[in-house]
């Protein structure tokens, strides 16, 4: 009887330090991107108390990267935090919908980027042309299995300093940009499993 009470008595310890660290503000920014959830109710759950999970998840990094400190709207209308990215490499591809190397590029962007999505997320930016636009290109590139920003006011563009499309920045896991240019299907495949 006393095993079982102290068994659950470190049970909940772990459900508080974790529900603690919780705290910090990403539960918001994690529901965003349909990453896990944050480990507070799951820990506190009578069935998560053997569970060796749910103590030993890696927590997020407690600082974002400037470069991940940004929030945009989806072409959908959702909202995007980038700072629930931090942690992970993170590629950024810049396009615009009338672009003939965009379209030749969101192929091998549609079939690859799911692939990554847990580990190297790669996140479309749309500029330079009219929502609509957009959202067609989305459609018949079948693209919407990857996250896509609606940047019409070209605020990200100016950030990442892109000049041109099509662009892919490539950030690792630090926030760092270690790639800013163009990329062949070939170049974009390997760069992903690289880092993966």
């Not at 965003?32 to 103590?55: E, I, L, N």
């Amino acid at each position: 009887m006393r095993t079982l009470r102290r068994g659950t008595m470190a049970a909940v310890l772990v459900a508080a330090l974790l529900g603690t660290a919780a705290c910090g503000g990403d539960g918001a920014t994690t529901a965003a991107t349909g990453d896990v959830a944050s480990p507070t109710p799951a820990a506190a759950t009578p069935a998560a108390t053997g569970s060796p999970s749910a103590a030993s998840a890696s927590p997020r990094p407690a600082t974002v990267p400037e470069t991940l400190r940004f929030t945009a709207k989806t072409l959908d209308g959702a909202a995007f935090d980038a700072a629930a990215l931090a942690g992970k490499p993170v590629v950024l591809w810049f396009w615009a919908p009338w672009c003939a190397t965009c379209a030749s590029q969101a192929w091998t962007v549609a079939e690859v980027a799911p692939r990554y999505r847990d580990t190297v997320p790669v996140v479309g930016v749309a500029g330079l042309g009219q929502q609509k636009a957009m959202k067609d290109f989305v459609t018949e590139f079948e693209l919407a299995g990857v996250p896509q920003l609606d940047d019409r006011a070209g605020a990200l563009w100016r950030r990442f300093e892109v000049a041109e499309q099509s662009t892919f920045v490539i950030l690792d896991h630090t926030g760092r940009v270690i790639h800013q240019g163009f990329l062949d299907g070939e170049d974009l495949t390997r760069r992903l499993a690289s880092l993966a």
